[in-house]
């Protein structure tokens, strides 16, 4: 993976829907257009931003919930990654 | 359950209407198609959270009064939960 | 009263009118549709809420003058309640 | 008087038109059905408010110009006040 | 003058149109009927502010260019004044 | 140049279009119309502003870009000044 | 390059079609109309930047991915720039 994000920003992959069903976990009704559940592929260094300390707390491989239309999508050699902030991240599925 | 919430997250189930009535407690109006009342069933870290230092004061089992239209919905093992951070929990039932 | 209400939120109590008359206060207008007096039945900790230390200036059984529109209705044991935050209460009235 | 203001927030009564014609201060315009002059008839504690140390600069019997629409209206033993902050008073008139 | 401005606020007198043409300067446009050209007739005593410290560098007798539309008007003994804050005063002219 | 702007603002002239077809910028589109270059004229004395310490980069002379739109602009002995705050400043052209 | 941003801006200059599909970036959509992939050709000091102090994390030649609609565009000597902050750049690609 060669995309370093930012500061506090995570770059992240949506997981299809046969993933997700393995893993359990069923996002209600129009799920499937707008998947919620992704894998970490890269984390940012974190430190201050906006003039705050941020502490990262993910690491890559973590399998996370997100806030649906947070973040800035870009297309790397054929796959759909998200850029987003840590704090659009609302938990890890494990 | 397997939802770690981040920071001042905290997962909740909302509660049917024949456990409200047991509680005592009973919404108002449309009560039962936007149920306010949940029991918390996994608590994030806190910590720093957007550079202020937040204190978890909720715990798992707490049955609680949340603000209606906070929070993100996901469904797991067929079962919807809603993600909110801590502040939009107004009160602890007990 | 069972409900606990977090950080610098406040339960209160809406008081009717002819209890209104009896302490003086008259409301202008609309004030029987919209009472903005009421009592306080519980108040929450305080402490460190938002970032920022808040002392609770309330205590049980104050009347207060309150911003209507502020806060959640809930109902419980047939009685209906408001909570919101101390910095909705206007003024204690003596 | 018997209302007590929370925090940074003051009680004012509304200055008639020849109490206002009295001290020299004649408001502009629509100015008889909008009155930005009164009297300070109770002042907050201040101190800590929003997480900011305030000071309060009002004293009972302050004769105040004040930004109209600020604040929130109540009738007591048939006299309408305002309550609103400190920081929505302009000036003293002296 | 005995209108005494609080905090970081002043009070300010519009300078008539021949007045402003004899120190040199024209306001674009409608300058005539909004006036931006005016001299300080009262400084508030500064201090803590919204919680910052504010140190006055206006001082009464100074010819000032402020935002048009920032302020509230007011008539003390016939002269139409605007109080506003130090803040929405762009220079002085000299 | 008698204006002294207050704070972080900064006085400039707008460049015309010969003089930035000298130093080699052409501003795209309707540049003309909405020039986005400028000389520096005055610079206010930074300090703490709004609560914050700010330290003045500009000195008078340099050639600035700056957002279009802000500003506030007044005219002074026959030309057009534009006042800003010195954030409105993108960069110093050399 | 003479265009010296100030503060936490940086100057970029976006990167043509074919040079994205040399690095194996490829933009979804409309990614040809409103190109999100850019190479840093100036970088501001940082340091105190609206009262929080801005560590400079980029350095000319990097390749970056940034918010479209971010920044503003400036033409120097026949080629097109943006103008925006650090804190618009999403990631480095490497």
Known sequence: MSI???GDRV????????????S???LPGTAKEQPQMA??????????VDGKEIV????VGDRVIFSKYAGTEVK???TE?????????LAIVE
């Open 4 to 6: 370093k994000p930012l």
């Open 11 to 22: 770059v992240i992959k949506k997981l299809e829907a046969e993933e997700k069903t393995k």
């Open 24 to 26: 359990g976990i069923v």
């Open 39 to 48: 894998e970490v592929v890269a984390v940012g260094p974190g430190g201050v």
């Open 56 to 59: 990262m707390e993910l690491k």
């Open 76 to 78: 790397f050699d054929g």
């Open 81 to 89: 990654y998200t850029i987003l902030r840590q704090s659009d991240i």
